[in-house]
């Protein structure tokens, strides 16, 4: 089945609906911003949320002590890097990640080729912005990316359009965040609950 990681959780209410609502894996934002946890409140979700769902926490260009100080205390399954966390950086890590690679054109196939990961995300490239941007790319670039590894598809998708991404693309994941909310930071349970629902609609299609 498709993964489903619903990411800018911010309170335990969401957390709970999220899970209630059949998500893979939450998503906290630990990097500056509208959606950024503090890593109290973090880490009272992660320890109130059940064992089958899983907890990444998003990171962007973040000291590696700090990393893996709030990994241990959320007890994180993975870390999301949105960065420009190089190779060298990636040694480092004490915890599984996900590097996300933010798609402007296909010059970013290169890029993803140079740091041979058998998983990674693509996102929307908007200057100055890393991740929540709402904004969808071109999947004709995610196609062509899975021939690199398994793909975790975000940027720009809803309810309305992820059955499309799923037809094109059939990605191992899809990442949501601005796509099921009422507002920066917080969850709209009926749009999460129509996301998840299209992305199950579509895996019992092909199973």
């Not at 490239?125 to 196609?143: E, H, M, Q, Y």
Request: charged share 25%; proline share 2%.
């Amino acid at each position: 089945m498709t993964k489903i990681k619903i990411c800018g959780i911010t309170n335990l209410k969401d957390a709970f609906s999220c899970a209630e609502a059949g998500a893979d894996v939450l998503g906290f934002v630990f990097a500056v911003g509208g959606r950024q946890v503090s890593l109290s409140v973090a880490e009272k979700i992660c320890k109130k949320l059940p064992d089958s769902v899983s907890k990444a926490g998003v990171f962007v260009n973040e000291n590696l002590i700090t990393l893996n100080r709030i990994a241990g205390v959320c007890h994180l399954d993975y870390v999301q890097l949105h960065g420009n966390e190089d190779r060298a950086y990636l040694k480092q890590l004490k915890i599984p990640f996900l590097k996300v690679f933010q798609v402007q054109n296909e010059a970013i196939l290169a890029e993803i080729k140079n740091f041979r990961l058998s998983f990674f995300m693509l996102d929307t490239f908007i200057d100055g912005r890393s991740g929540g941007t709402g904004k969808t790319f071109n999947w004709d670039i995610a196609l062509q990316a899975k021939k690199l590894g398994r793909v975790f598809l975000s940027g720009g998708l809803t309810a309305e359009n992820v059955r499309g991404v799923l037809e094109k693309v059939n990605p191992y994941g899809v990442d949501v965040c601005s796509g099921v909310e009422k507002s920066p930071g917080k969850k709209g349970l009926v749009k999460v609950t129509k996301f998840i629902q299209e992305v199950r609609r579509w895996d019992s299609r092909i199973n």
